[in-house]
């Protein structure tokens, strides 16, 4: 066992935060979820293990959550709408944890996707692993991270810590992808024993694709990468175009890492990218023709979006070609067939294992929703399914018209657009369905829509009680300390 570079970093960080400010290891996990090509402790052996610096926060936030459960002091309230949602995600989680046990001896020997060997790789005969285990741990991580989230979140400074540490964790990758491209084009040297230090993982940093460098930044491959700018610019888009949530700096940073999408090469960020613009323009042109007005905001975050645009295409010496290359020529590739191979054989597991799925971490196909429906099978898929639906729900019941916090509304609107973003680019090339980049954009909208129904209460109690009375103070104290 042997800490890497950046675990010297962030191991001695995270301990201070546990004693000094527990509470915020939430942001703290966003933030550092960024580096998910790193691990601050490798593991040798037969079976390396990596484990990653968002994994290793959760260690710690799950550290405190389990005597604090166990003692009662982390409940919700029986008339808490985010309760229908965790109801049917520890259903989720428990089952996903006790698959990954059960389903690969059940069903052993059947012909899976090799989850560390990539998606290009040759079909052996299931057996229980490691990476069963594994994948059960960080399930069961991403879970009480989710529970963590929603109780943190529910005050404003909580909910503006997280945005800010979602905000910044762009920022990190906006720089670092930056350098990155700097360093291939002129040979200073990049410090990939630093970021990418995962031995358990590919990396694959130094790709190229019609003689452009396709930039990783701080994640594995540039399609991660692709997947998390165009979700992060999705966030930055929406809060800049809204007045209660812009701050100074977000046209500039929308800019830059729109420019960091273009330059990842990554057909799953452009395609995403494509669709939520595309809907973006329908959206103002709709709101002219109803109203006889465009969002200036809006209009300015276009300028900005053009102006990164063509920065970018600096870097691309043939982007046309690469356009094509990449999005029209893409199902012809060697990549996509082989995905495509994956997916076939997802279904195929799924029928051999009566639709039960081969256990969380047996197997690796390409596309989120595939990796769900062939590990936890059909019961995995439609629990999934139902606490995706019941998100996007709260998201709607939650816009409020007599809900007085325009910020709340604005960081609900933009979390939720994050998570839409997320899961469209994981089902298009994702896998794991315990990947940080997804459990990120979902916490996101929880915490916003705790957020949002806390606000709601205190509204209630406070024009209730108009003179501010004792039971007012005591509860956003305990709000705050929360």
Known sequence: MTITPIGYVIIPVSLVVLLVRPGFLVPWAILVSVFQAASVINIGGSFPVGISPFFFVLVLIASRFVPQYLTGRFWFSQDDPILTLFRPLTLFGLWGIASAFVLPLLFANTTVNIPRAGMDSAAQALHWSISNAAQAGYLLLDCVFLFNVTRFSSGHRGMEAIV???????????TIGAYQIIAHNTGLPYPTQFFNSNEAWAQLGTEKILGAWRLSSTFTEPSAAGAFFAAWSVFMLITVSDRATACRLDLLLLSAGLAMLVLTTSSTGYLTAAVVLSMAVIQQIQTLLMRGRINVRALIAGFAIAFAVVCALAFVPAFDRLLEEVLFKKVDSISAR?????????????????????GLGSNRPSGMLFYIFSNLGLPGLLLFSYCMYVTFVLVRRSHRPELDCTTACGYLRAAGWTLAVTLFAMSVSGAEVTTPQFWIAWSLTVGAIAHVSESLKRQTVTRANPQGSPLIVLRRTATLSS
């Open 164 to 174: 800010w540490a979602f905000r910044w964790a762009g920022v990190i990758a906006i």
């Open 338 to 358: 082989d995905r495509t191979a994956t997916q076939w054989q997802s279904l195929s597991v799924v029928s051999q294992s009566e639709w039960l799925g081969v």
